[in-house]
């Protein structure tokens, strides 16, 4: 079973795992980062994509023209939210990493319900793929990211992508995830002190899922897939008052079951809302993703024993 690295991450204690950087090149002041936007077809309409790109620097000379490529998703519980939302998250990674990061105006319910969105979103990957060498993309380093229903969506496209052959992923980042259209694993004893409301998330899944039978589609029901293997590793993020919690860290617990390398972080002094652009939350999916997209350079032996010592544990370790 891989290490899963389940702890409290703070702006002030980075800790071990994702969090510190380990190389020089984490500590490079971030670079100028330009934007674009494009259209492309999905599911039952044209779909806007914004893609931001790191500039290049002088002394860039050894670095390959093509870097790893991040596609990320907004959040709005399937039935709000737009592309600008994502624009301070997905220029910090382009800056910080540094990718390309593509975000998308995906679809929104009631006027497209499932499976519109969720197609939407592999039709931009596809389009990533696909338009790799113009936007200065390693399609072979390629992974997802997204917050509240972009996390949903994330879930469900490394499935759909594992599924379909491809584009391969090589990692998905879960920001505060809505996985569980039934609300069954919302813990009562949560509901007076949440930061989020019951009612809201479930009236959103009303609107995105109409059909009651779509509630355990494993595309919009994460939480509820049996068929866990194959999938990239993953990086959940939850918030200490989120109703939402249980359900990521409960999905990450089947992950690692599953055998797919998995962390789940509990962001300190985050709220459901606040944690996509939290300082601590962008700094530990920095590092993830620079390990996964191969933007660090491998940990030397004792290094390697001080990882696996520091990031080994299980879910019944995250205080309560």
Known sequence: MPAGALRVAAADQPGPGTGAPATAEANTPPRAVSAADYWTQGYASRIRLRVFRPERRADDGAVPLRQPGVLYLHGGGFV???????????RHLAATLPAVVVTVGYSLAPAAPFPAAPEDVYAALCCMAEHAATWGIDRRRLAVAGHDAGGNLSAAL????????????RA????APMLDPTMARVRPDRLADADNSAEAC???????LPRPTERVHPYAAPVESRRLHGLPPALLLTAPQDLLRTEAERYASALIEAGVATQVLRVADACHDSIATDRAALDEI??????????????GPR???RRRAATAGTADELPG
Not at 80 to 90: P, R
Not at 162 to 169: A, C, E, F, H, V
Not at 288 to 299: E, I, N, Q, S, V
């Open 80 to 90: 709000g939210g737009c592309i600008d939302d994502a624009d301070v998250s997905a």
């Open 158 to 169: 490394a499935m759909i992508a594992r599924d379909r052959g491809g584009p391969g992923l």
């Open 172 to 175: 998905q980042v879960l920001i």
């Open 202 to 208: 479930a009236a959103c899944y009303r609107q995105y």
């Open 286 to 299: 920095t590092c993830f993703l620079r390990w996964h997209l191969g933007l660090t350079r491998p940990a």
């Open 303 to 305: 290094k390697r024993r």
